[in-house]
């Protein structure tokens, strides 16, 4: 049976975690004292094969740049250039095929960057692991894993294989980068039901996550693509390279442009012909023809835009891996964000303390030990509140965790949970160094999943000689665990009374229900000659002092960016490997639907839904809990099927197949992994949801710049189309020449377009509803300017060229009377459409230098450029033996300014009554 056949065999037939530690060691027949031989292992790795992912082939850099050429307008550009070579005509024919090379260029080095996501998968899960072989522990590289290996974990260890433990000694992993879990998981080896979610598979270990705190072994059930990891990397190549809703317009525009090029050119030669003309000058007005009616600077102007806005969201923390992104972005219609890290401050928090009749407030977030603890809204003061002074006290002490500064930030070395028990003490005043020299730690029972508690045995010292030191247990855990062994709970500094234990758990399940996560506290004092402490001490006659109850808050920034996103008509939808009722609080805190009702799915629910249960689901749900990955791209692909453009978040291992498939994955930069970071779309340098909000409006803008310059360039084009046109229709001579058409698109209208991808965004681009992904490329209000104005441009340049050659009789004269016409129009426009005027009216108003006014300046340099070259094209000698053209004098000049102002004219009425 072949490597994968026995995969698929395994998986089809065994759920691990459902089997106890016996049964799995005879399914793999191994041995949980000696593991396997050295010629067994040797044996499994010939039939199962290396435990390392494979990652797909990707296209040779020769292959992805002869796909470049595959493009619409450029098959009508390499038409046209091998005509001209027929026809001999040695100058158009280079210009041309450098154009055509010039566009395969720059589309080759925008997607030059390969699609690592596969590899970097199979990095995440290559480390050196402790296996025992023959009896004998040994080195291994991960990639000799076996199925039955036995395998040891320590503290550090990235787990190389998928485990099932056997043994396990306060073993925590932290698994946040497979399921969602943002705190480290308490491993067991109890068998677990079948239907048991993975984030609650506590009996396995997964390749690829790692060991936070103490020791564990367990056998190999799975390697490469079988394991969780490996399932990931088989959805990765199943998420489709979606094309962006840019992408697919413009190549639908192409083709409609391709057929109307190809027709018009085959009518000019047609009608030529039919009234008798020779067919060198109609194969040369078909060329001239097609090439005026190629937008050639468009590719480029799109990709200079794109990039100009990849600059922009950088400043604004997003990095751009694929250019089309960034207009992608501005369609956005729902956002999916990941809760830890994301939407929060991914740093556990205590909110509220509970102790006997009083409940506390804690202000502040996150690690900065910054806030004050309020009752009822007034400070407290620790002396006059014993019995949170112990549950603080009990809550510093009782830790194994410590604070550390990192790039001038503190964060926590640990369990974040203790790290946030830390802060509020730090909060009330208590320092971690001071207060331990004062209660030295004598012993400790460290925390296990089985007890769900920890505990410490500690030594009080006083500065009263006189007064004996005496000994204390303080005790934390899980409610249930706590109250159990409380016979009472403490009313003042030595007062005990009666415990109402069913107070005490709804007061816990009334902090639960706001998705606190809810520790309790206790105490008992011992006799002073005791130096150790056992389980036996803390078995019964605790005194329980308090709840603490805490949160991984939501980021302030990150609420204000949801609440413009709704504005935006954009929905923001929580999908997370974390529990509903957490989720909920969250997304109730961010205000997700406002101040509406917060609808939840869970993993569970989600898996017996059909596929049209999932459509109707994801339109109603706001949050998403305890997801798998697969679900999570079912997710994905079910907003899609309902036609929304989808941002999708994510920091894990877990979340790669739907940032994969989705419009705009997006990966954080700081808790990212390099996976996630392969494969999405953009990465967040700061990890903040706010920097989405941001990238969008900047999208935005990206696409209503991109229509300006569609706008600005097409007019052009059907300028001259029209002219060569009429000039076959009426039997004149070309006004315009091929190579004078190429000179207009790639360098005037060049140089006069880009400066437009410079405009700044409009005050109330974040107040409009996402584009229709239906809507055309071409708006009514576009296409009612391409018309006008290319028809504008057409009666001046053909009348300036007819009225030239009827007074004169020169023909190189009145050809460049035409493309001078033609450019003076040209700018003329351009001050219609961009932000040079406006803003050179708000200085004017305000005597002062505006955004707007420093970010217009590129017009401004962009028409200056136009007109020196425009100058030095007719009066420059090289460039008129070059292009056919000739000087003009003051008056010529000044005629050719005055006919081409009357589009400027145009382009204002536009911008007053028919805005883009």
């Known amino acids: 049976m072949s490597y994968s056949e026995e995969l698929a065999r395994n998986i089809l037939e065994y759920q691990w975690h459902s089997l106890s530690a016996k049964e799995v060691t005879q399914i793999l027949a191994s041995d949980l004292e000696n593991g396997l031989t050295t010629n067994e292992a040797a044996r499994r790795r010939e039939q199962f094969g290396v435990n390392q992912l494979s990652p797909r082939t990707s296209k040779s850099p020769y292959q992805l740049f002869l796909q470049q050429f595959n493009q619409p307008l450029l098959y009508i550009l390499l038409l046209a250039g091998i005509i001209t070579l027929f026809l001999?005509?040695?100058?158009?024919?280079?210009?041309?095929?450098?154009?055509?090379?010039?566009?395969?260029?720059?589309?080759?080095?925008?997607?030059?960057?390969?699609?690592?996501?596969?590899?970097?998968?199979?990095?995440?899960?290559?480390?050196?692991?402790?296996?025992?072989?023959?009896?004998?522990?040994?080195?291994?590289?991960?990639?000799?894993?076996?199925?039955?290996?036995?395998?040891?974990?320590?503290?550090?260890?990235?787990?190389?294989?998928?485990?099932?433990?056997?043994?396990?000694?306060?073993?925590?992993?932290?698994?946040?980068?497979?399921?969602?879990?943002?705190?480290?998981?308490?491993?067991?080896?109890?068998?677990?039901?079948?239907?048991?979610?993975?984030?609650?598979?506590?009996?396995?270990?997964?390749?690829?996550?790692?060991?936070?705190?103490g020791q564990g072994a367990g056998l190999v059930v799975a390697i490469a693509e079988a394991t969780e990891t490996g399932r990931i990397s088989q959805l990765v190549e199943r998420g489709t390279s979606l094309k962006t809703p840019l992408t697919r317009k413009l190549e639908k525009f192409s083709w409609r442009l391709l057929y109307i090029i190809l027709?018009?050119?085959?009518?000019?030669?047609?009608?030529?012909?039919?009234?008798?003309?020779?067919?060198?000058?109609?194969?040369?007005?078909?060329?001239?023809?097609?090439?005026?009616?190629?937008?050639?600077?468009?590719?480029?102007?799109?990709?200079?835009?794109?990039?100009?806005?990849?600059?922009r969201m950088a400043a604004r923390h997003a990095i751009i891996r694929n250019l089309p992104t960034v207009e992608t972005l501005g369609s956005a219609t729902v956002i999916c964000s990941d809760k830890t890290g994301t939407l929060t401050e991914n740093q556990m928090t205590?909110?509220?303390?509970?102790?006997?009749?009083?409940?506390?407030?804690?202000?502040?977030t996150g690690y900065t030990p910054t806030g004050k603890i309020l009752c009822q809204n007034q400070p407290t003061n620790l002396m006059s509140a014993p019995i949170l002074d112990a549950c603080l006290r009990n809550g510093l002490l009782c830790n194994d965790s410590y604070l550390e500064e990192e790039d001038g930030q503190l964060t926590v070395a640990g369990d974040p949970t203790e790290g946030a028990l830390i802060i509020v003490a730090h909060k009330a005043g208590f320092q971690h160094e001071t207060l331990a020299e004062a209660m030295p730690r004598l012993d400790a029972i460290p925390f296990e999943s089985q007890f769900q508690y920890m505990a410490t045995l500690h030594e009080e010292l006083s500065n009263n000689h006189k007064i004996a030191p005496r000994k204390i247990i303080y005790i934390k855990g899980a409610v249930e665990a706590i109250i159990s062994r409380c016979d009472s709970q403490l009313v003042?500094?030595?007062?005990?009374?009666?415990?109402?234990?069913?107070?005490?758990?709804?007061?816990?399940?009334?902090?639960?229900?706001?998705?606190?996560?809810?520790?309790?506290?206790?105490?008992?004092?011992?006799?002073?000659?005791?130096?150790?402490?056992?389980?036996?001490?803390?078995?019964?006659g605790l005194v329980f002092v308090g709840l603490q109850g805490m949160i991984d808050p939501p980021r302030p920034k990150a609420i204000a960016a949801v609440a413009n996103c709704l504005a935006a008509g954009i929905q923001v939808k929580m999908i997370t490997g974390d529990h509903a009722t957490t989720a909920c609080a969250i997304a109730r805190m961010m205000h997700l639907n406002g101040s509406g009702h917060i609808k939840a799915f869970t993993g569970k629910e989600l898996k017996l839904m059909s596929d049209r249960e999932l459509a109707n689901a994801v339109i109603e749900g706001l949050v998403f809990a305890r997801v798998a990955p697969e679900q999570k791209l079912r997710l994905v692909e079910a907003l899609q099927s309902q036609g929304e453009i989808v941002a999708m978040t994510g920091d894990g291992v877990n979340d790669a197949p739907a940032l994969k498939q989705a419009d705009i994955g997006i990966a954080m930069g700081k808790a990212g992994t390099e996976v996630a970071k392969e494969s999405a779309d953009m990465i967040l340098t700061d990890d903040n949801f706010a920097s989405i909000e941001a990238a969008v409006e900047e999208g935005r803008t990206v696409y209503h710049n991109?229509?300006?310059?569609?706008?600005?360039?097409?007019?052009?084009?059907?300028?001259?189309?029209?002219?060569?046109?009429?000039?076959?229709?009426?039997?004149?001579?070309?006004?315009?020449?091929?190579?004078?058409?190429?000179?207009?698109?790639?360098?005037?209208?060049?140089?006069?377009?880009?400066?437009?991808?410079?405009?700044?965004?409009?005050?109330?681009?974040?107040?409009?509803?996402?584009?229709?992904?239906?809507?055309?490329?071409?708006?009514?209000?576009?296409?009612?300017?391409?018309?006008?104005?290319?028809?504008?441009?057409?009666?001046?340049?053909?009348?300036?060229?007819?009225?030239?050659?009827n007074a004169t009789a020169n023909v190189i004269l009145a050809r460049t009377m035409a493309v001078q016409v033609l450019v003076a129009a040209e700018i003329f426009y351009l001050l219609t459409i961009s932000q040079l005027l406006p803003s050179?009216?708000?200085?004017?108003?305000h005597r002062e230098q505006s955004v707007e006014q420093a970010i217009a300046y590129p017009s401004a340099i962009g028409i200056a450029c136009v007109v020196i070259l425009q100058i030095l094209f007719s009066q420059w000698s090289i460039l008129n033996t070059l292009f056919e053209t000739m000087p003009l004098n003051f008056t010529q000049g000044s005629i050719c300014i005055i006919v081409g102002l009357p589009v400027g004219v145009l382009g204002s009425l536009f911008r007053r009554f028919d805005p883009l």
């Not at 006004?735 to 377009?753: D, E, F, G, H």
């Open 263 to 311: 027709g018009l050119a085959a009518f000019t030669f047609a009608i030529g012909w039919g009234q008798g003309q020779s067919g060198l000058p109609m194969f040369q007005a078909a060329v001239a023809l097609a090439v005026s009616g190629i937008p050639e600077e468009l590719p480029p102007l799109v990709t200079i835009t794109l990039a100009i806005g990849v600059s």
């Open 706 to 805: 991109l229509q300006k310059a569609i706008a600005f360039v097409l007019p052009v084009n059907g300028g001259e189309a029209l002219t060569i046109l009429a000039s076959v229709l009426l039997g004149t001579a070309l006004p315009i020449l091929p190579l004078q058409i190429l000179w207009i698109n790639m360098v005037s209208s060049s140089a006069l377009s880009i400066p437009l991808a410079f405009d700044h965004q409009t005050t109330d681009v974040m107040e409009q509803s996402p584009r229709d992904p239906k809507q055309p490329l071409l708006s009514g209000s576009i296409l009612r300017r391409i018309l006008l104005i290319s028809l504008f441009n057409w009666a001046i340049t053909f009348g300036i060229f007819e009225w030239m050659v």
């Open 88 to 213: 001999q005509d040695w100058l158009d024919a280079v210009v041309i095929f450098a154009v055509v090379l010039i566009n395969a260029i720059v589309g080759y080095l925008q997607e030059s960057k390969a699609e690592n996501a596969l590899a970097a998968l199979a990095a995440s899960i290559t480390t050196q692991v402790t296996a025992i072989r023959q009896g004998q522990e040994q080195t291994l590289s991960s990639e000799e894993l076996v199925p039955g290996e036995l395998v040891k974990l320590n503290t550090g260890d990235k787990v190389g294989a998928d485990l099932r433990l056997i043994l396990v000694n306060n073993l925590q992993t932290d698994e946040s980068s497979l399921t969602g879990e943002s705190v480290p998981v308490n491993k067991a080896t109890a068998t677990m039901d079948g239907a048991t979610p993975l984030a609650e598979r506590h009996n396995m270990a997964y390749a690829g996550t790692v060991v936070i705190s």
């Open 492 to 540: 003042g500094t030595e007062t005990e009374a009666s415990l109402d234990k069913g107070h005490i758990h709804q007061i816990a399940e009334k902090m639960g229900h706001q998705g606190l996560r809810v520790i309790a506290f206790a105490q008992k004092l011992v006799a002073a000659e005791q130096e150790t402490l056992e389980r036996a001490d803390i078995e019964g």
């Open 840 to 845: 050179i009216w708000i200085r004017l108003r």
């Open 350 to 364: 205590v909110r509220e303390i509970y102790t006997v009749g009083k409940i506390y407030d804690v202000e502040g």
